[in-house]
């Protein structure tokens, strides 16, 4: 099973601000990545999709690179409504699980 | 536009069976692949299941392999996942969601505790 591990765990950012959060996977996924997110009390939202394709209605201000082992996503400006938890999720395995990253808190400073 | 509404969820003891139903809406169902995800109470996602359109093709995650089996009735627009020998770590909000892999949509999700 490949394993992805997020960092950090918590990232603190000041509205306005640049948030960069990493990704990564134990073994290559190519650039079949993903990534989600979870405000408090919601469900998961797609963002990024083939590691750096917004899903439909998302902000430009989401983007996403990397492939193979590393990836990013970066939040160009904190906006109120970005505060939220983010997943990484690769979905190169096949068969299946497609593995989900432990997340990374996004937290107003 | 698409909508997802699970059900069954409910309080169910530590051996026992459960069946989750998602029923789908605002698409055409029989097009597209289906899985169910899980996240424990405070916990990250989990993926759990997946289900081809047709229904030929289904795949498990280790921890419900044997005990858990995914199913959909295309006339119905319905997907289903029926829960045998629970556990307490079974305990989570389950969401149905479209896609293999990618998973763009996603229903509400019931929660399923398992406890005595």
């Known amino acids: 099973e490949i394993v992805m591990t997020q960092s950090p765990a918590t990232l603190s950012v000041s509205p306005g601000e640049r948030a960069t959060l990493s990704c990564r996977a134990s073994?290559?996924?190519?650039?079949?990545l993903a990534w989600y997110q979870q405000k408090p009390g919601q469900v998961p939202r797609l963002l990024i999709y083939?590691?750096?394709t917004r899903a439909t209605g998302i902000p430009a201000r989401f983007s996403g690179s990397g492939s193979g082992t590393e990836f990013t996503l970066t939040i160009s400006s904190l906006q109120s409504e970005d505060f939220a938890v983010y997943y990484c999720?690769?979905?190169?395995?096949?068969?299946?699980?497609?593995?989900f990253g432990r997340g990374t808190k996004v937290e107003i400073k | 536009q698409v909508q997802l509404v699970e059900s069954g969820g409910a309080l169910v003891k530590p051996g026992g069976s459960l069946r989750l139903s998602c029923a789908a809406s605002?698409?055409?169902?029989?097009?597209?692949?289906m899985s169910w995800i899980r996240q424990a109470p405070g916990s990250g996602l989990e993926w759990v299941s997946y289900?081809?359109?047709?229904?030929?093709?289904?795949h498990y995650a280790d921890s419900v392999k044997g005990r858990f089996s995914i199913s959909r009735d295309n006339a119905k627009n319905s997907l289903s996942l029926q829960m045998n020998s629970l556990r307490a770590d079974d305990t989570a909000v389950y969401y149905c969601?479209?896609?293999?892999?990618?998973?763009?949509?996603w229903g509400q999700g019931t929660l399923v505790i398992v406890s005595s």
């Open positions: 969601a479209t896609g293999e892999g990618i998973l763009p949509n």
């Open positions: 605002g698409f055409s169902f029989s097009d597209h692949f």
């Open positions: 289900i081809s359109r047709s229904g030929a093709s289904t």
């Open positions: 073994q290559g996924v190519k650039s079949n």
């Open positions: 083939g590691a750096y």
């Open positions: 999720q690769q979905y190169n395995s096949w068969p299946p699980p497609w593995t």
